[in-house]
């Protein structure tokens, strides 16, 4: 099949790639992944948008091309230095709330909120508080995690820890999972 990207790269996207080349950050979503959570998003229209880990601000852009108007996405990360850049070119997007918090903190003080997205790329909602943040799904919403195929860059014992999370989203009868061996491998989610 041919992968390539043939659609428009969000308006930002090439700026804010040159940024994070710049800044040192590796930890970006692939092009692929970026493409679908956009894609996704469009099915939400009037959508709450959650993303856990920000990062620089790639995916984030992403997400907000397929959001409609009348969306709204929360964006959460721990670094003020790669926060910055997703700032720079994207907070003038008033559908867009970047946060700069602690994921568990976050979480903790979040537990009532519910989203119809949820693009969890960071521990937390992954390796960590994964129950809390299933918890904050609304019917039909989305949980999306990518990364779930080896990749160079995982520490020893993480393959394991991927399996076991992996065998935990099958094992729950509230959740609609299918696995793609696609991209870095995706795991998309919805709640029943
Ligand atoms: C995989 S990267 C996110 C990449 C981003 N979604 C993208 O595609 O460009 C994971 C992010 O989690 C953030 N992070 C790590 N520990 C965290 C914590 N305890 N609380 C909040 N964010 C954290 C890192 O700063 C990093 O930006």
Known sequence: MNQDIRQ???A???SIDEATKASGFTMASDIYTCSLLKTLAASKPGGKFLELGTGTGLSTAWILDGMDAH???VSIDNDARFLEIAENHLGGDPRLTLVHTDGEDWVHTHLGERYDYIF???WHG???LLDEVLNML???AFYII???LPQPNWPEGHDQKALKLIEYLDGRSDLSVTKQVWATGIILAVML
Do not use: F, V
């Open 126 to 128: 992954k390796y960590l």
């Open 146 to 148: 990518d990364d779930m």
């Open 138 to 140: 609304n019917p039909g």
């Open 71 to 73: 969306s709204t996405l």
């Open 8 to 10: 428009p790269l969000p």
């Open 120 to 122: 969890a790329d960071t």
């Open 12 to 14: 930002a996207y090439l």
